[in-house]
């Protein structure tokens, strides 16, 4: 336990109200990685000793200060659904963002300033409320601002936005040692509208695919940029317990084609975006079409066909590219663009679906926790930023080894995995989606877990991509040489300058599978590195 | 104890343990968010801060007690019960998962009264009064119907029972006379029960399931003396206590009961919409309607389910979920809208997204300062539309928000609906 000396330095910051060393309390923030074996298995997750709730930039200063005098480990949260967010050490400090929920937007500029306690769901609306939107990860409308654009922040909508860490303009950043540094605009004592800063652009030290999962100190304000939208309004609805956006179709519409085969629906891909035209564009894995149509998990089993053949047939057949076109300046700007993707369309044969014009899913995100329903679990294996061509066929490379580990992993008959193209065709993502069983048995267990920590970041190296689901725990991350040859030392350096004493999120984001590995006997069998 | 697999906690574990913590369950419907200051649809959390005060932290408090990790502390009481149970993590977690997360909070107190941690004295005092008095302020509950004016044309072989509840009997009397008003302006054939008690709502909700269940078999007693089938409530949690609690208890459908339940809202809008009551009198007031969380999310109809889990955790037979989405939410709208004069706004938390007042569930009696500050948080809410006059449909939010806005002297009268409808119909000063 943390001192109790201790403990009254931290309460004088915040205020007897906003800290807690309560067990009742403090068992709410433990979170677990996930070694599959069973749900007991041994992790990383552990109870963090204090949980605190600072109001500003200030008080986490001088939390940061103590943290760092007194060699305390501390975990910054917000949305905390990733098992990275929670304490993986004793004597840790959980560092909840609640209380620091300012967001200011500057609607002429076209950015917006948010604290660290701030999640998507409140940013878009308000940006809505100007003409103007932001990019809602795939995590879900609840994800936190700041913490998503230091990593990939993606969806369909990222084809024209561009990649979340792209759209950081300003950062205020309590360094390990509780020093505070502003970088981008922030840097010039600006708003945010510039975000290059006076250079060198020390941002890229915080940004990345994977970033650095609140190890490199706590980043508490960011100015993000937002981006042009249309005026029209998009209505809220409700049917049953799904709820969504119905569009406004003069000005926002999703296509939804069907193209002969897997080349073509690439191909398709890259000539809208070669056209320059389109908002979002992905491939709806099959199971989402049938989530979609279910109005329980009863129901998905009922309507998931049981015969093999035909849902082969069916996943193969199934080749559906989803567009979405926004006539941002004007309703004419969709009529024009709505000609080019039909005139594209004829050329390569895809045919237009009958298509509900309604968004549940990325405007804002109020469905993103149905991928658990099915099976009780969910994983991704891998998200793969490459070129769409090779992304596509990491795709293609998973599915055949996945054969292997069906059962104990859901049937999904050869599903290819959800894919999507970026930045105007510039690279591609492809998610490797798997669902198991949650009361799975130990035989089971050892099965998936094979598949998650030990065949997937393989195959990942052997097609060549780079992996930021994986790499998280996986010594074919940061350190593989897919990274070049000194990329792992040279992080570990920057976060040795920074925080030689490892108080921020320990143990980092580098090599805890071994940790992991170690802790599980069956696991440490199947080590090979 | 009451023998009855619904109401033990380990039904729920797999709830409990599927949680992903995506803290879902906190947030309005993010399709439904319109910004930053009123995004909280979970009062608990809003007051608090820490996620133990969440369904999220309940649920790991819940999985701690059933693995014998955690013990019914002081602590671990003071979170079960700082806590409305209002079904905004119903229907949240619903939105996406099935997770049955009001029948782990209830579950989680039947277990720490079947264990001896509670009731929590505030709690058990009232009970106590209930067991002596038949009401909940312990008050002579001979004088129960006092409220009834005379002349309320009161039937002999009544259709429906008018429910008053211990609140509306006792404290706001207004709203018990506003009832029987408009019963008669709709010629109801209605009457009330003999020594109506109270219906049990603190019993079941502090986690004593016994004692709720006796009193629901005394109150259904009552109801079939008198001959009626369908009972009349202007009070939320009367309206969920029998529709929804009474079959929890005894392990019957909503759909099974002998009776049929209607809020006075439904009975009234119907006699709207067909022509037959009419509001004639203007109310000239900007106003907004608060949706009381146990008349909207809590009070989908009950159906029990015995069965087991197959592969993925599909239910067989199939389970009958309740999403809290099948309350009482656009009757109040609609007789709203139709009276003459009154300029209606819409709260920016509503209906299935609506904020608790924060005194149920024993919450304002046992933690004030919680009801305090989260009815203080609903009127700024309220204040923020411009509005004159906070109409709720159940006497428990009346009295937080009107204890709220006197307080803090705030310009915004606090009124239940059927004082805004009796209005209507038979003109100002009635009541």
């Known amino acids: ?529 | 104890m009451v023998e009855n697999a619904n109401l033990r906690l380990e039904e729920y574990r797999r709830d409990a343990e599927s949680c992903p913590g995506c803290r879902g369950c906190i947030w309005v419907d993010h399709i439904f968010c319109s910004g930053s200051k009123y995004s909280m649809r979970c009062p608990s959390l809003y007051h608090r801060k820490f996620d133990a005060y969440s369904c999220m932290g309940r649920n790991k408090i819940a999985l701690g007690i059933m693995k014998g990790e955690v013990d019914f502390t002081p602590k671990a009481i003071e979170i079960i019960y700082q806590c409305n149970l209002c079904g905004a993590c119903l229907a949240a977690c619903k939105r996406n998962l099935d997770l049955d997360t009001d029948m782990t909070l209830e579950t989680l107190r039947i277990r720490a009264v079947e264990k001896g941690a509670a009731p929590i004295p505030e709690h058990k005092a009232i009970n106590d009064k209930i067991a002596q008095s038949g009401n909940r302020y312990g008050t002579d509950n001979s004088k129960r119907s006092e409220w009834l004016p005379e002349g309320a044309k009161v039937s002999d072989k009544p259709e429906m029972v008018y429910f008053a509840g211990c609140n509306s009997s006792f404290r706001n009397k207004e709203i018990a006379t506003a009832t029987t008003g408009i019963l008669d302006a709709l010629g109801a054939s209605y009457a009330l029960l003999d020594e109506e008690k109270c219906c049990g709502n603190p019993l079941y909700e502090s986690g004593d399931a016994d004692a709720a269940l006796e009193q629901a078999q005394r109150n259904i007693a009552a109801l079939k003396a008198t001959g009626a089938s369908v009972v009349v409530t202007s009070c939320a949690e009367c309206y969920k206590v029998w529709k929804v609690d009474y079959p929890k208890l005894l392990d019957r459908s909503t759909e099974e009961m002998e009776y049929k339940v209607l809020h006075i809202t439904q009975v009234a809008n119907q006699g709207i919409q067909s022509g037959s009551l009419k509001l004639e009198n203007p109310v000239s007031m900007r106003v907004a309607y608060h949706d009381s969380c146990k008349l909207t999310r809590c009070s989908d109809d009950w159906v029990p389910w015995h069965g087991e889990r197959g592969k993925y955790g599909v239910t067989i037979p199939p389970k009958v979920w309740r999403r809290g989405i099948k309350g009482v939410i656009m009757e109040p709208r609609e007789i709203l809208a139709s009276i003459p004069g009154i300029e209606l706004k819409e709260m920016i938390r509503n209906g299935m997204s609506t904020l608790c007042c924060g005194a149920g569930a024993g919450v304002a009696e046992a933690y004030p300062e919680y009801t305090e500050n989260v009815s203080n948080h609903r009127l700024d809410e309220a204040e923020d539309l411009g509005i004159e006059m906070l109409v709720s449909s159940c006497p428990y939010c009346k009295d937080a928000f009107t204890r709220a806005a006197e307080q803090g002297s705030r310009p915004i009268e606090c009124v239940d609906i059927t004082q805004v409808l009796h209005e209507s119909i038979y003109g100002k000063g009635g009541l």
């Open chain 1, 1 to 529: 336990m943390i001192p109790q000396e201790i403990y009254g330095t931290l309460e004088a910051i915040v205020g007897p109200e906003n800290i807690s060393q309560d067990p009742e309390v403090r068992q709410a923030y433990r979170n677990k990685d996930r070694a599959f074996i069973n749900p007991e298995s041994e992790t990383l997750g552990t109870t963090p000793d204090i949980v605190l709730l600072p109001a500003t930039t200030e008080e986490v200063q001088k939390i940061v200060r103590v943290a760092s005098r007194y060699k305390i480990g501390y975990t910054p949260s917000i949305t905390f659904w990733t098992p990275q967010a929670g304490a993986r050490f004793e004597k840790c400090l959980h560092i909840d963002f609640k209380r620091m929920d300012s967001l200011e937007i500057d609607a002429k500029n076209m950015n917006a300033t948010v604290g660290a306690g701030v999640n998507f769901a409140q940013l878009q609306a308000e940006a809505l409320k100007h003409g103007l939107y932001t990019v809602v990860p795939g995590g879900g409308s609840q994800v936190g601002v700041i913490p998503n654009h230091l990593l990939f922040g993606f969806s369909p909508l990222t084809y024209r936005a561009g990649l979340a860490p792209r759209r950081i303009m300003g950062v205020e950043w309590v360094l390990p040692d509780g020093e505070l540094v502003r970088l981008g605009s922030f840097a010039s004592g600006s708003d945010g509208f510039w975000g290059e800063g006076i250079g060198p652009d020390l941002r890229g030290l915080l940004r990345g695919h994977i970033g650095w999962l609140g190890s490199l100190g706590i980043v508490t304000r960011m100015c993000v940029r937002l981006l042009p939208f249309h005026t029209a309004k998009l209505k809220p609805m409700q049917m049953d317990r799904h709820t969504f956006f119905m569009l406004p179709t003069d000005r926002q519409k999703w296509y939804n084609f069907s193209c002969p085969n897997l080349d073509v629906m690439v191909e398709f891909m890259y000539e809208i975006a070669h056209a320059e035209i389109a908002a979002a564009m992905t491939r709806v894995p099959i199971a989402w079409r049938y989530i979609a149509r279910s109005g329980s998990k009863e129901q998905f089993w009922k309507l998931w066909p049981e015969d093999p053949e035909a849902k082969r047939k069916e996943v193969a057949e199934f080749m559906i590219n989803r567009v979405m076109l926004i006539g941002y300046a004007s309703q004419k700007q969709l009529e024009y663009e709505e000609k080019v993707l039909m005139a594209i369309a004829e050329k390569l044969g895809c045919t237009l679906r009958r298509t509900r014009q309604m968004d549940g899913s990325w405007m804002q995100s109020g469905d993103a926790v149905t991928m658990w329903y099915l099976t009780g679990t969910f994983m991704s294996t891998t998200g793969q930023l490459d070129s769409l061509d090779a992304s596509v066929q990491s795709g293609v490379e998973f599915a055949k080894m996945k054969k292997n580990y069906t059962p104990p992993l859901m049937e999904d008959h050869g599903d290819q995995g959800w894919f999507q193209i970026n930045d105007f065709g510039h690279s591609g993502y492809l998610e490797f989606i798997l669902h198991s069983d949650q009361d799975a048995g130990p035989e089971e267990g050892l099965k998936i877990a094979e598949f998650y920590h030990f065949a997937s970041p393989k195959l990942v190296a052997a097609v060549g991509g780079l992996n930021f689901f994986n790499q998280i725990m996986s010594p074919l991350g940061h350190d593989s040489p897919l990274y070049g040859p000194n990329y792992g030392d040279f992080a570990r350096k920057v976060k040795e300058g920074l925080d030689p004493d490892n108080v921020s999120n320990p143990p980092g984001v580098l090599d805890t599978l071994d940790k992991v590995i170690d802790m599980n006997p069956p696991l440490k069998a199947m080590k090979d590195w």
